[in-house]
């Protein structure tokens, strides 16, 4: 089974950079993609990042232009380089990996990360 292991997170002041990593312990299949997502207190957890092994990326509105995904596959590892942070960027992020192939309305499979801690003061 895959485990992913995030690292990068911690305390930056609004303005402030992090780079986030999260590493994949096992194989992962081909026709996959892996990306963030980030949970803030109380509120539900939202769509950061993804890449696919094919390297099509995408990124919502709130993050477009400050943050960039990348993976280096034969390392089986994502980064998430996160310029220009703002106070509203704080939560939880999650490493998540998943096959593009869904079966009968089942994904193949999907891993997630324990979360590492993002604080951005004001």
């Known amino acids: 089974q895959v485990q992913l292991v995030e690292a990068g997170g911690g305390l930056v002041q609004a303005g402030g950079s992090l780079r986030l990593s999260c590493a994949a312990s096992?194989?992962?299949?081909?026709?996959?993609?892996m990306g963030w997502y980030r949970q803030p207190p109380g509120k539900q957890r939202e769509l950061v990042a993804t890449?696919?092994?094919?390297?099509?990326?995408n990124y919502p509105d709130s993050v477009k232009g400050r943050f960039t995904i990348s993976r280096d596959n034969a390392k089986n590892t994502v980064y998430l380089q996160m310029n220009s942070l703002k106070p509203e960027d704080t939560a939880v992020y999650y490493c998540n990996a998943a096959s593009l192939w869904v079966v009968n309305g089942k994904r193949q499979y999907e891993y997630w990360g324990q979360g590492t801690q993002v604080t951005v003061s004001s």
């Open positions: 890449v696919t092994d094919g390297g099509i990326t």
């Open positions: 096992g194989i992962i299949s081909s026709m996959n993609r």
